[in-house]
């Protein structure tokens, strides 16, 4: 028995999910013994740590391996995820820094539960059995629902996250119920065997009926049509920077479920799966970009547009094969950067009573603060598709992997939809340079951190809308 | 010196793109509030630009290659894109007439537009480089980036500076093409799958089905008919004229339709001949409803900026009229020759009608920058206010109905004669343009230029200024010389045309 237990070297792959949860201990700890005027040493310190972890990820602490028993795996793909997550967590607890101290909401729960809702990211990206993929998911879900309530006196934060509660856990169980089918069905809950014992199993549709649950589960997670239905209340009632954290990194994280589960572990049913993720991706592209075309209130706008970007990811997984695994990650790392930015462009402009999350909030602002306009017009184009933004390269690459994987209809579906969906990130466009402003006149923050941290964001979309190869080139090697 | 003059030389594409748009920032840079200094800078790049050309002009060796001053890098290596410049002959003249017009066009911006001055410089420089980066990519991607990335400039343009309809117009001019060109890029993806390559020389040389073909000519039909635009996707075209802009209805008709043709003669002719032999009827009977019947729509106009519009949809359809004739020219009656005067009737009906439309656009908008109103039947008798003005008009009013001796007739001409050695009727079809075109051309004339002053707003009408004198002089001066000897803009263009001739006649099946 004694040779089974892993030694201290078999756990060095491990070791950047162990700093990071013990710091978020050592944070929670530390917390406590702050007074008010203290608590920025938290929200650094968060900041600095997820930023330590991503760093040592880059430099290969630890090596890549499987430990626990293929429990945990670390591998090129969960490196590059690992580091999106990261940072663009770190960037979001940046952005998060002046909208709380604003409105009363900083305190030391919010970065904690951010490393903490992190921490269930990198095990869910690194999962080899579905017991980590559910332990995962979880972590990342109950952090998310309490973020989402983080501000308890306004009715419409509570309300969300009892919506996304509620919503969540009815997804959780399903993909529980969908594990247990396989799990009976295979006998296993590691992701390897199940995909070796996939195609000889006694009995093949309680191990379809076992993926289709857990499908939908990862809809759910992403937010694809028609599991969607959570994601614009609680886009809406969320506090800003937390919707732009909840709706950023967890795509990531859910990509790489969707790897682990569908692909490592179901990777012989393909033939099953690819077409129930071409049918939601084709339902999530559509109603996505119809809805969205309704929408008055900016953040509920992107909600819905988040649906019609998953659409597309989807589009990359559907197409199959190391190229479309590729491409879906590609994509799912632009659109994070992307999202950030959206979500940013909201808490930039938004203060203390004025939430800047109408689209009629922004008219006349290129009047007002010609160099914001200027950025949120990037960030709009790029959300839209058109070159040289980076949002453009994302859509050529997942519809090169559809026409690869022989949709073609799919991949019509997806450019008549991104035609549809210019226009209501046009309507951002011509209301802020078109339209006269009106209503209360519209102060751009004069956060300096702030407004650097954003124009990079912005900015990245077109630098790495011209200088994406580096960025493709590690998708394609996680892949290789 | 030779150092910086041999640097120059050999990225000479590369400054042509990157020295308007990094002066577009620039100009930006100095800010709203700043409106002199941003004209000024705007004006120094472009006439920096505008220098550049001669250079390439010159540099252009018409014995050569038909393909120079090449700068091959890669750009994304993952995909196999790369940043894979290369101008022929064709590509030289139409880039010519973007510097040249963009300089003309921020003259006569100079005091009209008074609002956001660095913005629009910024827009307008921006997009001088966009289109000139489309006329010299030769990779289908890096293309398609350029063609695209034109829109947002153009969407701005339009919607912040035009008239009462402009969101409209802008918004549709937007997700028209927008929807057009998106079917181009699954055609060319497919490409990329099939063949391997982005570039526009490997595309030409992959062999296709007669099935891959015709999906991929319509997929190439879409972006391109609706830029030209061709009938009957051209409905955008008078919206977008009307609302932009003075400067923004030049730059949109006398260079932007002009991609349409060029994207023609750059994907369709040599990536699907087959399909575009058997589909030639198709196109030639939309150019010739464009040339019949949006003529006539054209005179019932009472506006001048949407008769001079629908007048463009006319003229352009001359172009893939002679593009297209080609196709049935050496194909069925296997006439090299006249497919070539086809061809270079097109491309010399692109440039002519780059100079009259934009110069009968500055006219407008000199009228327009005085009275505020663009309806015919606020004018009238203006020649007798306004000599000076009414000499160019005329002169530009006669081009546009094809007069011998000036720029409009040289291309129409030899498209006809093209035209008569495959199909007399089709030749006779379009040549109803002499009539519809002097129709309207020269009944607005008569209604705005000619008899009693209209009035007392007329009467008060100031002539042209110096610094429209230089507009429209510069303008006049291509029409006549492109009019009277066409020859060095025929002999540029001749080895590009010679070759897209033989690659209309190889099939690919």
Known sequence: ?480 | MMGISSVIQSHLLSLLIWLPILGGVLTLMAGNSRPQAARWIALAVAAGTLVLTVPLLAGFNAGGEVMQFIERHAWIPSYSIEYNLGADGISIALIALTTLTTVLVLIGAWTAIDKRVSQYYAALLILEGLMIGVFSAMDALLFYVFFEGMLIPMFIIIGVWGGPRRVYASVKFFLYTFLGSVFMLVGLIYLYLKGGSWQLADMAAQPLDMVEQTWLFFAFLAAFAVKVPMFPVHTWLPDAHVEAPTGGSVILAAIMLKIGGYGFIRFVLPIVPDAGHHYAWLVIALSLIAVVYVGMVALVQEDMKKLIAYSSVAHMGFVTLGTFIAFSLVRDANLQDAARLGLQGAMVQMISHGFISGAMFSCVGVLYDRMHTRMIRDYGGVANVMPWFAMFWVLFAMANSGLPGTSGFVGEFMVVIAAFQSHPMIAFVASLTLIISAGYTLWLTKRVIWGEVGNAHVAALEDINMREWIVLGVFAIGVIALGVYPKPLTDLMEPSIAQLASQLAATKL
């Open chain 1, 1 to 480: 028995m004694m040779q089974n237990l892993p030694t201290l070297a078999d756990l060095m792959p491990l070791l950047p999910e162990i700093i990071l949860i013990s710091a978020a201990f050592a944070l929670l700890m530390l917390d406590l013994f702050l007074t008010e005027k203290q608590r920025v040493v938290t929200h650094v310190l968060a900041v600095v740590s997820l930023v330590v972890v991503a760093v040592m990820i880059i430099t290969g602490v630890g090596g890549q391996g499987t430990v626990l028993s293929g429990m945990f795996i670390r591998d090129g793909m969960a490196d590059v995820l690992k580091i999106g997550v990261c940072l663009v967590s770190a960037l979001a607890l940046v952005y998060a820094w002046p909208f709380l101290r604003e409105r009363g909401l900083y305190k030391g729960e919010v970065p904690v539960l951010v490393m903490f809702a992190v921490a269930g990211m990198l095990l869910l990206i690194s999962a080899g059995s579905l017991v980590m993929v559910y332990l995962g998911l979880e972590l990342l879900a109950l952090c998310s629902y309490a973020l989402v309530a983080i501000d308890r006196d306004s009715p419409l934060a509570s309300e969300a996250a009892m919506k996304y509660f509620v919503l969540g856990s009815l997804a959780s169980g399903m993909l529980l119920y969908g594990m247990s089918l396989v799990y009976g069905a295979t006998g296993s809950i590691d992701l390897v065997t199940i995909s070796a014992n996939a195609t000889s199993v006694a009995q093949p549709t309680m191990l379809l009926a076992g993926v289709a649950f857990m499908v939908a589960g990862i809809a759910f997670k992403f937010g694809a049509a028609p599991f969607h239905m959570w994601l614009p209340d609680v886009y809406h009632g969320a506090p800003t920077p937390i919707t732009l954290f909840i709706g950023s990194a967890p795509k990531l994280a859910a990509f790489a479920m969707a790897i682990r589960v569908l692909d490592l572990g179901a990777g012989p049913l393909g033939e099953h799966w690819q077409p129930m993720l071409a049918g939601l991706a084709a339902l999530s592209l559509i109603l996505g970009n119809l809805i969205a075309l309704a929408q008055t209130n900016l953040k509920r706008m992107l909600a819905y547009s988040t649906v019609s970007h998953v659409g597309f990811l989807f589009l990359g997984l559907a197409g199959g094969g190391a190229s479309g695994n590729a491409a879906a990650m590609f994509y799912a790392l632009s659109y994070t950067i992307m999202a950030s930015a959206a979500f940013g462009t909201i808490v930039v402009l938004s203060r203390r009573g004025f939430e800047a999350d109408r689209i009629d909030d922004f008219k006349g602002l290129n009047a007002r603060d010609p160099w914001s306009a200027g950025l949120v017009l990037c960030v709009m184009a790029s959300l839209a598709g058109v070159p040289p933004f980076l949002g453009f390269w994302a859509k050529l690459v997942v519809l090169q992997a559809a026409l690869q994987g022989d949709l073609l209809w799919l991949a019509i579906v997806g450019i008549v939809c991104a035609v549809i969906g210019a226009f209501y990130y046009l309507r951002v466009i011509k209301v802020m340079y078109f339209d006269e402003p009106s209503g209360e006149p519209m102060q751009p923050r004069n956060d300096r951190v702030l407004r650097v941290v954003f124009g990079v964001n912005a900015l990245s979309l077109l630098v790495f809308g011209v200088f994406w190869n580096p960025l493709m080139a590690w998708c394609q090697q996680a892949f290789a």
